[in-house]
């Protein structure tokens, strides 16, 4: 030490300073094990990681409401929700036309879908009102075209139409289909609104720019060579309707002012009713304030109803408010969950804990013999001893027909051992005993069988001895061997399905079937969120107790 | 032990031996008197029996248990067949073969060889009681799995025993679940010859290598290991539409992939994670184990929303081929499910691996790849190939992700056992179970073995 005092710093083989070169070996060894690292966690990461972050997404995921509707969402915000009354006419003009672009596209069945999931009815009210949608169309298309045949035609309506100017309303309405339908309108539609219609027909323009753009992109057609669907006559009616439209139509003279004027003179032709009339005609629930309610309720981009669904709670007017007794059913699938998956895991200790001791206090050549007896069914499929079960426990199963033969039970009352909570029970309890007994076994292994004897010669029974000295020291083993079998039958699926009938399947059953047969993806998600928080909880504590570089397989 | 165990004799005929054993007599004569409706004439008869044996067994000298036990299982079996048929045969023989052993080993104080000779009765009593709950539980692990395999050669289509099945008659047993489970397509003879030929080629080259051990018993192993190979591929090839075959065939496509992704991944990662200095470490441990903590259900709705939509882009914009997109689809998602697996397993034998040989091998010359081929992966090897079979066995027994990612053409075996026991279609699952089984046999005798031959490379145990 002394003698580098006097020579500076000491220096590595190549003259660098040795502080300096080991400071680059060690960033070298640090890069060669991240690049080892890399590829699989990149892996991980990119097909495990981020599928679960935006399946949890889709918890809170609810744009489909004002992207199929977002005129109506954004007229909604002045209406006051909870007062009792559908909303004003304002309102179903919106709804005429956003419903009436989801139909033609084959959205709105979607969304009845999607708000059904919040309110039953709404479904089929979406879907059988986006059939008669056509209807109101036709009852302001068939007076108009009386009054006038060129509304019938096509280069009249382009004529009065195209302009220039509109290229604003023009983009803001193709970003309104590529948001209903995922994209794929973008192109050139042949078409720029005039800016003089947007201002005296701002319904029409809006309608026929609608139209225009669906009909150039998704049917490919040419718009100036085609008539427009009907929604854009109804347009026409709102328009009219207005008084100062009125007004500036007869100021108007660019084409088409003539027919314009025409409409506006037989204005007694025209279905004398408005569009909240007409919508109630159709379907009376749209007068219904709880369809409203729920409309406005769910519109946000982001929804906290799938969470509050999750917890047999419901958003609604008044704010969060519980379910309805039918519709509770998901903390009562949660308690069980947790109360079945609790006695398994207890009985995975009770039935774990002398075969973990014996093995542990066996020879070793013994203690090995045994041991396949546990690892057996520990790599035997998990399918095979479902259906082992299924062939015991069914009410012809082995189990009942060794005990009818015995005469300890009645033939016409064999005992009910599955498809209930029983049957879930008793086969995951046998599925996951070797998970339970492993992590018990490796712990037991370490415990010194000296402290026991001495613990006996200084004056413990065997039970004060066992209680007192022996059993403490297990305990991290019992932790460890429950967390885990908790943790495992928590997120049980497949054993249930098949044993538990309606009474003992579990909170993944549920899941899945929201996921393949329900399609409430929404709400799969929300659960499954849940079930993940609190097993990543658990997965916590494990590590905090047996941390997971410690995770033994197999003994 | 037993050397220092002082003998104390036989215990009390009169007082001990005749009524324990009566007792026990008496049980089984209530169970087999309960049958015909006779419950307290059963178990007066049986306590009857039960008394005359443990007295015959006591004055017989110098008798084993297990004579005693056969001698008795024969009479009783005898008894049986007399008055039950085969049937009774069996039972007869099980009574017998218990009751004989029970006397023998109470009568002879044999039931005292595994106590300290201070223990108090009540103390024996309950380390004798312990022994029989822990032979419960390890009845209640195994025994379910009888069953399944004794129905599965049942002539019927019943999930039951029939009556003649129980009588031992030929007639209710038959092959026919297993001609169901193997019907459908391939050449296994061809594949066979191929599958010889072909390896015992590579055996043959194998000895070519550069200071390679030569051996003719390497060509004998690796033609058996071809043989074997060829007679799955052959059995495989060309199978469409069958039942059982076409799912076996998608569980054999995809688990070998999906293990060798997680096994390449998985060992590289392994070996970085076990260097001194990683930065994070605990971080990227908790992300490459998530996937076996996560609950499968969780895992595979998230694998739904994900492949789903890179499933329809790599058709439309790679122009690949439907079929294949969909064995890409679970064979990634399986990959994934199986690496916790792999990394727990190989940084568990990393653990006790000396970093002194790598440097060693360093200093003596050789570059990392050399050493890492030549000192340290021969090693570690026996940890990596049972990561490997944990991987295997994880995807070959996979079916919640495999029903949500795959479609109806990936439909693997335990997918179509899934299917079966749902809608109970027909017991050729429990033949399908019945091979399951032989073959965890087999993989839990690999994995056993190479357990202790690490351990016995490691040093660390003597077996």
Redesign the interface.
């Given at each position: 030490m002394s003698d580098s005092t006097d020579t500076g710093p000491v220096l590595a083989a190549d003259g660098s300073p040795l502080k300096q070169s080991l400071a680059r070996a060690?960033r070298r060894?640090?890069m060669?094990?991240?690049?080892?690292?890399a590829?699989?966690?990149l892996?991980?990461?990119l097909?495990?990681?981020?599928?679960?972050?935006?399946?949890l997404f889709?918890s809170v995921e609810n744009q489909i409401v004002s992207d199929t509707m977002p005129g109506t969402v954004a007229a909604i915000q002045d209406w006051e929700a909870g007062t009792g009354e559908a909303p004003d006419e304002l309102v179903f003009q919106h709804l005429f036309i956003d419903l009436f672009n989801a139909s033609e596209a084959k959205e709105h069945t979607k969304l009845g879908t999607r708000l059904n999931y919040e309110q039953t009815g709404l479904s089929s009210l979406f879907r059988t009102s986006g059939r008669r949608l056509d209807d109101i169309g036709e009852t302001y298309q068939d007076p108009l075209e009386e009054i006038d045949p060129a509304f019938e035609e096509a280069d009249f309506w382009y004529s009065m139409m195209n302009g220039e100017g509109g290229e604003g309303l023009l983009e803001e309405r193709r970003d309104m289909w590529n948001a209903q339908i995922g994209g794929g309108m973008d192109g050139d539609v042949g078409f720029v609104p005039s800016s003089a219609m947007i201002d005296m027909l701002p319904w029409t323009t809006t309608a026929y720019t609608d139209w225009a753009i669906w009909a150039a992109i998704e049917d490919e057609d040419v718009v100036a060579e085609e008539e427009p669907w009907e929604a854009v006559y109804g347009a026409l009616g709102m328009d009219l309707r207005n008084p100062e439209t009125a007004a500036a139509i007869a100021a108007y003279d660019g084409p088409g002012a003539e027919q314009l004027q025409a409409a506006v003179a037989n204005m007694d032709q025209l279905p004398q009713i408005g569009f909240r009339e007409a919508f109630a005609e159709m379907d009376e629930d749209w007068l219904d304030p709880e369809v409203w309610d729920t409309i406005a309720v769910y519109s946000p981009r982001f929804t906290s109803g799938y969470f509050l669904t999750a917890v047999d709670l419901k958003l609604s007017a008044e704010g969060v408010t519980a379910q309805p007794e039918d519709r509770q059913l998901y903390i009562k699938l949660f308690n069980r969950t947790l109360f079945m998956s609790l006695v398994i895991t207890g009985s995975c200790i009770l039935?774990?804990y002398?075969?973990a001791w014996?093995l542990a206090n066996l020879p070793?050549?013994t203690a090995?013999v045994?041991m396949?007896?546990?690892?057996?069914?520990f790599?035997?499929?998990?399918?095979?001893?479902?259906?082992?079960?299924?062939?015991?426990l069914?009410q012809?199963?082995?189990i009942n027909?060794i005990l009818v033969?015995?005469?300890?039970v009645d033939d016409a009352n064999r005992l009910i051992l599955m498809n209930n909570q029983t049957g879930t029970i008793i086969a995951m309890t046998?599925i996951l005993?070797?998970f339970m007994i492993l992590p018990l076994y490796s712990v037991m292994k370490t415990i010194d069988p000296s402290y026991l004897r001495a613990a006996k010669s200084l004056g413990a029974t065997?039970f004060v001895a066992f209680w007192r000295v022996y059993f403490p020291q297990s305990v991290p083993g019992i932790g460890a061997g429950s967390i885990l079998v908790f943790?495992l039958s928590?997120?049980?699926?497949?054993t249930p399905?098949?044993v538990g009938g309606t009474d003992g399947v579990f909170i993944?059953n549920r899941?899945?079937y929201h996921?393949?047969s329900s399609l409430n993806?929404g709400l799969?998600?929300a659960l499954?969120s849940i079930?993940?928080v609190v097993?990543?909880v658990l997965?916590w504590l494990y590590?905090r107790i047996v941390g997971?570089?410690n995770?033994?397989?197999?003994? | 032990m037993s050397a220092l165990t002082v003998n104390v004799g036989r215990p009390s005929l009169l007082t001990f031996t005749m009524p324990i054993v009566a007792v026990l007599g008496g049980c089984f004569g209530f169970i087999t008197g309960n049958i015909f409706g006779q419950p307290g004439l059963g178990f007066v008869i049986g306590a009857l029996v039960g008394a005359v044996l443990a007295a015959a067994l006591a004055k017989a000298p110098k008798l084993n248990r297990r004579k005693a036990a056969w001698g008795t299982a024969a009479l009783f079996g005898l008894v049986g067949l007399v008055f039950g048929g085969v049937g009774g045969l069996i039972g007869g023989a099980v009574v017998g073969l218990s009751m004989g052993w029970f006397a023998v080993w109470i009568g002879s104080g044999q039931y005292r060889a595994g106590v300290p000779i201070y223990y108090t009765a009540g103390q024996t009593l309950w380390h004798n009681v312990f022994l029989f709950i822990c032979a419960f539980v390890f009845f209640f692990l195994i025994a379910p799995l009888i069953p399944v395999m004794w129905l599965s050669f049942n002539a019927q289509n019943f999930f039951t025993f029939t009556p003649e099945m129980l009588a031992f008659k030929a007639e209710g047993y038959s092959l026919k679940h297993y001609r169901d489970f193997f019907s459908g397509g391939g050449h296994p003879l061809q594949g066979l010859l191929y599958g010889a030929v072909i390896g015992a080629v590579i055996g043959g080259l194998v000895q070519l290598l550069p200071n390679a051990e030569r051996s003719v018993r390497k060509i004998v192993v690796f033609a058996i290991i071809g043989t074997l190979i060829g007679v799955v591929v052959g059995k495989m090839w060309g199978v469409s539409g069958a039942e059982w075959m076409t799912p076996l065939k998608n569980s054999l496509i995809i688990a070998p992939f999906a293990t060798l992704i997680s096994v390449s991944l998985g060992t590289l990662a392994a070996i970085g994670l076990s260097q001194t200095h990683v930065p994070g470490r605990q971080a990227i441990m908790a992300i490459m184990i998530s996937p076996m903590i996560v609950p499968l259900i969780i895992s595979a709705t998230g694998m739904f929303f994900f492949y789903a939509p890179l499933g329809n882009w790599l058709q439309a914009n790679l122009g690949l081929n439907q079929n294949f997109v969909g064995y890409l689809k679970v064979i990634l998602a399986h990959a994934v499910l199986g690496v916790p697996f792999v990394i727990i397993t190989v940084t568990a034998t990393l653990v006790g691996f000396d970093k002194s040989l790598t440097r060693a091998a360093a200093n003596m010359g050789a570059n990392p790849v050399t050493t890492f081929f030549r000192v340290q992966m021969p090693l570690i090897l026996p940890g990596v190939i049972s990561g490997g079979l944990f991987a295997f066995i994880t995807s070959f027994d996979e079916v919640v992700v495999v029903l949500f990612v795959g479609s109806a053409q990936q439909q693997t075996l335990p997918w179509q056992m899934f299917t079966g026991l749902r809608e109970q279609i027909s017991p050729t699952i429990l033949a399908a179970a019945t091979i399951l089984v032989t073959i965890s046999i087999c993989l839990l005798t690999t994995v056993e073995l190479l357990r202790r031959r690490s351990e016995r490379l490691r040093g660390m145990s003597p077996g």
């Open positions: 060690l060894e640090k060669r094990a991240l690049a080892l690292i590829p699989l966690l892996f991980v990461v097909t495990f990681i981020i599928p679960i972050l935006s399946m889709r039935l774990g002398p075969v014996l070793l050549r090995n045994l396949i007896l546990v690892l057996l069914p790599w035997t499929s998990l399918l095979v001893r479902t259906s082992a079960w299924k062939v015991l069914q012809q199963g082995v027909e033969w015995l005469g300890f046998h005993l070797p065997n943790i928590i997120g049980y699926y497949i399905e098949i993944s899941i899945a996921i393949s993806w799969a998600a499954g079930l993940l097993v990543l997965y590590d997971i570089d995770v033994k397989l197999g003994g | -």
